[in-house]
């Protein structure tokens, strides 16, 4: 009787422990951008030269993508990310600020180029990446790219963002502006007011 006690409690306290967690996960992302102002940023911002690689990579469609000319218009604005299909804890915080994005431009969200590349190619074949767009309610204008490992690597490694394996990952966004053709990182968990600013600030309106 003691022992079933005791299990029951220890599974109370995960569950309580687990949506503990989601929760804050929410809270950080609904936050506003002016509730954090007292204490500054919660991610880290920094201008950085990056060198599209000329890889070939398949998108959610099963098309093949030449990623360096896939980036090639300045007068496009790009946002790049490094997700993968199963991710439960980063990635979907990602996502949704792309989600978010393309909301926020309605019927303009084709102006912005909004690539997720994966680091678990291994997994994300065209139809994983075409059904995790579709969680999201994906419009035109955002796509999920995969490749072989050697090419998804070589990517990562021409971004800074190499990862030796999926479960060590960071979150990352990578933004460049249109015209200039710089490129901004951003590094951390970001709430939305705080990358809708970032987006605009790099030309996204």
Known sequence: MQ????DKTCKWLVCVIGYSFLFLVIKL?????????????QYKKSS????VPDEVLINQDGE????????NDPAQPVVVDFI???????CPILSAGFANLQ?????????VRLVSITIDPEHDTPKVMKEYLERYHARPGWDFLT???ASIENVMREFDAYFPDKMSHLPLNFIRQPGDGKWVRLYGLMSSGDFM????QAGIK
């Open 29 to 41: 992302w609904l936050l506003p951008c002016h509730a954090q102002a007292a204490d500054g940023p």
């Open 147 to 149: 490749g072989s490992r």
């Open 197 to 200: 600013n970032e987006c605009q």
């Open 48 to 51: 950085v030269a990056i060198t």
């Open 84 to 90: 993968y299909g199963t991710c439960t804890t980063i």
């Open 3 to 6: 022992i079933k006690i005791i």
């Open 103 to 111: 909301r926020k431009l309605g019927g303009d969200s084709r102006k």
């Open 64 to 71: 093949k993508v030449r990623l360096k000319d896939f980036l």
